[in-house]
């Protein structure tokens, strides 16, 4: 008999934890055990028979594994205390993401409440699978670089993009991916018909993370992002238009052969045929990648991924990555 996973979810009011307890609750071989929000402690939690707790009250030693879907600096602090209690963790926060103190620092202009914590997995499974399987605490990558990551892989993994050229990020997510406090960027009358580009060249935090990835596969001695994202007046989903130049290891006409035989078998990523472009449509409310190429010349591609921000760029890739923790099927409770 397969055991039972005891979970808690730690800020489940956010909309990246909505989608969690949604998935959790109908996973098999999971009994959620509580879901904190300070600001709705005591109401119901949808879909199930708990109530919000406020999170200094929830009991780590009746859990075997948390969600953590709270604000950067505030994840960490928990983080520590979870693991000094023996309970794995699944942090979708930045905190964990970078693998040095350092690297926080200069992208989140404060020191890292636990360095002593770092490095630890990035719980992108395409990438990073074997490190995933077996692990007692994994950083879940920003909704971001997930999906221009996926979108860049296959070329990363021959080493197929020009190191004097860079890769040019045009990116665009629904306005879920700022989260459920209330801002004046975020207000219906500030976003609706409007489209706005912020934290635009190279001053938006997820640059740091995108880049330490791509240091994983090829050498890099000069900042080679170019990354842009706006705020899409939509509630979720997430498009990257990417743009690269190819090396001589391949040219543009071979990369959709590359990038089919690559995800061949990755259940969660899905290669549109030439000639169709990814639509937001293709992936909302479902814990997928969807990825077309078009070649523009020999050496010129555009990659379009698109991905639902709050499932395969949030929720639904916990899940996928908990699911490598404790080696049930990856895609349980996702398909």
């Known amino acids: 008999m397969t055991k039972t996973i005891r979970v808690g979810v730690f800020g489940a009011s956010g909309y990246a934890g909505l989608d969690l307890v949604e998935i959790l609750a109908q996973h098999p071989h999971v009994q959620l ?10 109401d119901i939690v949808a879909g199930t028979d708990l109530r919000y707790i406020p999170s200094e009250d929830a009991p780590l030693d009746s859990v075997d594994a948390v969600f953590l879907a709270l604000p950067h600096k505030a994840s960490a602090k928990v983080a520590k205390k979870a693991i000094d209690a ?3 963790v699944l942090d979708l926060s930045a905190d964990l993401r970078l693998n040095t103190a350092e690297e926080y620092k200069l992208w989140y202009k404060d020191d890292h409440p636990h360095p002593e914590l770092l490095p630890v997995p990035y719980g992108l499974p395409e990438l990073h699978r074997d490190e995933i399987r077996g692990a007692k605490v994994v950083a879940i990558p920003g909704c971001y670089p997930t999906t221009t990551l996926l979108g860049l892989y296959p070329l990363l993994k021959i080493e197929g993009l020009s190191v004097e050229a860079p890769i040019i990020v045009d990116a665009k997510s629904g306005v879920s991916g700022a989260g459920r406090t209330p801002s004046d960027t975020v207000h219906f009358v500030e976003v609706y018909g409007n489209l706005k580009p912020y934290n635009t060249g190279r001053k938006h935090r997820h640059v740091g993370e995108i880049e330490q990835e791509i240091r994983k596969f090829v050498s890099l001695t000069d900042p080679m992002l170019i990354f842009t994202p706006h705020l899409l007046p939509v509630d979720r989903g997430l498009m990257a238009s990417i743009y690269v130049t190819l090396n001589y290891n391949i040219t543009a006409d071979k990369v959709h052969s590359l990038y089919a035989n690559v995800y061949m078998d990755e259940p969660l990523v899905d290669v549109l045929p030439l000639g169709t472009e990814a639509t ?7 814990n997928r990648c969807v990825i077309s190429l078009t070649p523009v010349t020999d050496r010129y591609l555009h990659i379009t991924s698109v991905t639902d921000n709050l499932r395969k ?7 996928q ?15």
């Open 33 to 42: 055990v509580f879901a904190t929000s300070n600001t709705y402690a005591g």
């Open 86 to 88: 023996g309970v794995r």
């Open 280 to 286: 937001l449509k293709h992936v909302v409310k479902t």
């Open 313 to 319: 760029g949030a929720a639904g890739q916990a899940v």
């Open 321 to 335: 990555c908990f699911n490598l923790m404790y080696q049930f099927p990856e895609t349980m409770a996702l398909l």
